[in-house]
C-alpha cells in the first residue's frame, strides 16, 4: 500500500481544513486508517483512526468535536476534516495504513504498516 496526502496548509485558529489520503493498491478496505501528527521538537502523536467498515473511529481528546476522520473505500481515500483548529495543531499530518489493528492497539504507532509522506498544518493565532 502506498499512501499520499495532501491539503494541508496555512489557516487562521478558528479556520478549517480538510486532509486527503490517497491509497493505492487492492487491498485498502481491509486496512484501518489513521491520521498522527508531529510538531517541531515533539514526537508523532496518534490523533484518529478508522477501522476498515468506516463504523468505528477513534480520537484523541484534544480534537474531539473538532475533527472528523472518514473514509470512502470506493475512491480509496480517507479523509481528515480539521474545524475549530486551533494553533496548537500546528504539526506535519501523516496518514497511515494497518493490517491488524485492533481496539486495545489502534492508537499505536508501531500498528501502522504503511506511511504516507506527511502535509504540513500551520494554524496561525
Known amino acids: 500500500v502506498q499512501l499520499q496526502a495532501s491539503g494541508g496548509g496555512l489557516v487562521q485558529a478558528g479556520g478549517s481544513l480538510r486532509l486527503s489520503c490517497a491509497a493505492s493498491g487492492r487491498t485498502f478496505s481491509s486496512y484501518a486508517m489513521g491520521w498522527f501528527r508531529q510538531a517541531p521538537g515533539k514526537e508523532r502523536e496518534f490523533v484518529t483512526a478508522?477501522?476498515?467498515?468506516?463504523?468505528?473511529?477513534y480520537y484523541t481528546d484534544s480534537v474531539k468535536g473538532r475533527f472528523t476522520i472518514s473514509r470512502d473505500n470506493a475512491k480509496n481515500t480517507v479523509y481528515l476534516q480539521m474545524n475549530s483548529l486551533k494553533p496548537e495543531d500546528t504539526a506535519v499530518y501523516y496518514c497511515a495504513a494497518a493490517r491488524a489493528a485492533i481496539v486495545s492497539t489502534i492508537r499505536l504507532l508501531s500498528s501502522y504498516n504503511y506511511w504516507g509522506q506527511g502535509t504540513q498544518v500551520t494554524v496561525s493565532s
Open positions: 478508522i477501522r476498515w467498515s468506516g463504523g468505528s473511529t
